[in-house]
């Protein structure tokens, strides 16, 4: 049995936050990854600034490549430097890096299996205000069924620095999936994000949350409102969405019995049905899917959006003690 994790930090909601711009935290570590590494190059889509390549750009401009309105060519491009020895970064918003150019992620990249590492920005309601073709809620879902494609869904900016280094190292295709919103600094420099593995960050045991990206803050606040309930929760932090970890899930059912899954994404396809998969294969448990519903979403600013679906922490919270209370 895992431990509760020794380097999180969060204590309560009345912490002092330490906020982090994941694409700051991004645009920094490529600069780092390009100074040891000459093998790195940077592709853009018309978003080389807003997609953390301007410092990569002005620290190493040959190895920055711009295709402009052309995601297409752009991921085939990328998956052409990989062929050739190179390890390419190509960041974008999601929606024109996972949807507009998915047969070339497909054929190009992922069929392949070429170290390409896939930024994909402002994921989620992060930039809902811009109108529905930017609310990002489907990318997961989209992105989940292709073979041999890694995706990472970091929780804080300890995680996002990390997944810049891990995606280079991964001998296949990357997906990071970022959001625009800043980051809660969650953990210490001693936490380690491995592929593959998710970090039990509560263990009191009457029902298990797992959480992913930017729900993992909400999933811990939503912890300690119920705490105060009465209610004890196992949080997890799923960071890895393919390959999950099935080793916690499964536990998890076995110790608590019930599991709820919170993301910001659709629950078709996404985090909660990666539990679902497992755990209907090897210990079916009661499951609670907290998410956006099988429609296309509303539109608004992120604070509205959240609350609308009932991802807030309180929301999580009374969604979890209702849960916690059925039979």
Do not use: W
Not at 101 to 127: A, H, M, P, Y
Not at 134 to 150: A, C, F, K, Q, Y
Not at 201 to 228: C, F, H, P
Request: charged share 25%; with cysteine.
């Amino acid at each position: 049995m895992r431990s509760n994790y020794k380097n999180l930090i969060f204590k309560d909601i009345s912490d002092e936050a330490i906020m982090e711009d994941p694409r700051k935290i991004l645009a920094d570590e490529l600069v780092e990854l390009g100074k040891s590494n000459k093998d790195i190059v940077f592709v853009s889509v018309d978003s080389s600034l807003g997609a953390s390549g301007g410092p990569f750009n002005k620290n190493f401009p040959e190895r920055h490549f711009e295709f402009g309105i052309a995601e297409q060519n752009g991921m085939g491009e990328a998956a052409g430097m990989a062929t050739c020895g190179k390890i390419p970064f190509i960041a974008g918003y999601v929606p024109f890096v996972s949807y507009r150019c998915f047969e070339q992620v497909r054929d190009d990249v992922c069929k392949t299996n070429l170290n390409v590492n896939i930024i994909g920005n402002n994921s989620g309601f992060s930039v809902s205000a811009l109108g529905p073709t930017h609310v990002i809620l489907e990318d997961m879902g989209v992105l989940r069924s292709l073979p041999n494609l890694t995706i990472l869904s970091p929780a804080d900016g300890t995680e996002y620095r990390q997944s810049v280094k891990i995606a280079a190292e991964i001998k296949g295709p990357v997906y990071i999936r970022v959001s625009r919103i800043k980051a809660r600094k969650l953990f210490d420099n001693g936490h380690k994000l491995i592929p593959g593995k998710a970090n039990i960050l509560k263990d009191e045991g009457d029902i298990t949350i797992i959480a992913t990206g930017t729900m993992v803050l909400n999933a811990l606040i939503a912890s300690s409102i119920l705490e105060k309930k009465g209610i004890k929760t196992r949080v997890i932090n799923m960071s890895t969405i393919k390959p999950v970890d099935e080793e916690i899930i499964i536990d998890s059912a076995n110790k608590t019995r019930k599991i709820v899954t919170v993301e910001e994404h659709s629950v078709i396809n996404g985090l909660g049905a990666a539990v679902a998969e497992v755990i209907v294969k090897n210990n079916p448990v009661k499951m609670k899917f907290l998410g956006t519903p099988d429609k296309f979403a509303v539109v608004g600013s992120y604070e509205e959006c959240i609350d609308y679906y009932n991802l807030t922490p309180e929301k999580i919270a009374l969604q979890v003690a209702d849960f916690a209370r059925e039979s």
